[in-house]
């Protein structure tokens, strides 16, 4: 057990914060993760309010846990509102930003296989 707990298991404040001009995110699982994984990404990712991220893709499915706050994911064309509890799933190359107004957004995600992100 103790090989496993060294190794597979960890604390959220045990990962470091990377920021960026409209979010914060801390990778658990992935390349750039606290964990290098090639094959599982996940993290909490927290946009600040009145902020609107790039327009990217992925090529690979991305699910999207909201933590807390509330906003908005527009996806294609269309927006969605976004809040506390709410899953959303991003299809594999499919254009999408989030958009927050009066409040900070913060979203658990998960994307499986390697992954490239396209601005």
């Not at 009145?50 to 992925?58: G, M, P, V, Y």
Request: glycine share 6%.
């Amino acid at each position: 057990m103790d090989k496993i707990k060294k190794s597979c298991i960890f604390n959220l404040k045990e990962i470091q914060k990377k920021e960026f001009s409209d979010r914060w995110v801390k990778f658990a699982f992935g390349p750039q993760g606290f964990l290098n994984t090639k094959s599982l990404n996940l993290g909490i990712v927290n946009f600040s309010k009145n902020k609107t991220s790039l327009n990217h893709k992925h090529d690979v499915d991305e699910a999207l846990f909201v933590l807390s706050g509330k906003g908005r994911v527009k996806i294609n064309d269309t927006v969605y509102t976004l809040k506390k509890d709410d899953f959303a799933c991003i299809p594999k190359e499919t254009d999408h930003q989030v958009i927050t107004k009066g409040s900070d957004l913060k979203i658990l995600f998960v994307f499986s296989g390697d992954i490239a992100i396209t601005y």
